[in-house]
């Protein structure tokens, strides 16, 4: 035997030695380790089954109100949105029933809806901030503009996403309050701003035109 096996053999026998002497002290640690990696694997895979089980669920119960909703059923489909379990699916339910009591003639409940959703702290703030906008456009064929206003005046802030929106309800309003001055400031504070998006830009041109036989000269 050469002096290079002898050297490989003793060495390959020095690191056996130190394997047994490791696994003796630690083996039943990494054994336990490994339980415990696969025990978790199986409660992560057991808990998104779970999930999904229960989001497919309340799928199926937020189709169902939505169809009372349709069924002119909107006060029955509050309830059943407002009864399923996954939060998310319950805040649209009941964002979605209140835009139908809006839209059958029943302003009054949908605003008290949208009021609601508003102020529920647990709700996404930007579906909280959608529900205050859709009451401010369900209120802008009646409301007085100073309470309309006041709903409005945050949004309608430079910088705020919800501002051309907001702009917009609020020279709606003046326009049907023959306020024609205040109506024109806002359709001129949509038509200055670069970020208007292309749709609501062609509205507030319109208005714009319809605007100015009325509008004080400037």
Request: net charge negative; aromatic share 8%; charged share 30%.
């Amino acid at each position: 035997m050469s002096d290079e096996s002898l050297f490989r053999e003793v060495d390959e026998e020095v690191r056996q030695e130190r394997f047994k002497k490791l696994w003796g002290r630690y083996g039943n640690a990494v054994i336990g380790a490994g339980v415990l990696i696969i025990v978790g694997v199986a409660g992560m895979e057991g808990w998104r089954y779970v999930q999904l089980k229960q989001s497919e669920a309340a799928g199926d119960k937020f189709f169902a109100a939505a169809g009372l909703v349709g069924a002119g059923k909107a006060a029955d489909a509050v309830k059943d949105f407002e009864a399923i379990g996954q939060t998310g699916f319950a805040d649209l339910g009941r964002l979605r029933a209140a835009a139908e009591l809006v839209a059958g003639a029943r302003a009054e409940e949908g605003v008290k809806l949208y009021d609601a959703i508003a102020a529920d702290a647990g709700i996404d703030q930007t579906l909280r901030d959608i529900a205050r906008i859709r009451a401010a456009a369900a209120l802008a064929d009646s409301e007085a503009f100073a309470d309309l206003e006041s709903r409005l005046k945050e949004f309608a802030a430079p910088g705020n996403p919800w501002r051309h929106v907001a702009r917009e309800i609020m020279a709606a309003a003046q326009f049907r309050l023959k306020d024609y001055a205040g109506a024109d400031k806002q359709v001129q504070a949509i038509l200055a701003d670069p970020e208007t998006p292309a749709a609501l830009r062609n509205r507030a041109e319109k208005m714009s035109q319809l605007l100015l036989p009325m509008a004080p000269a400037k």
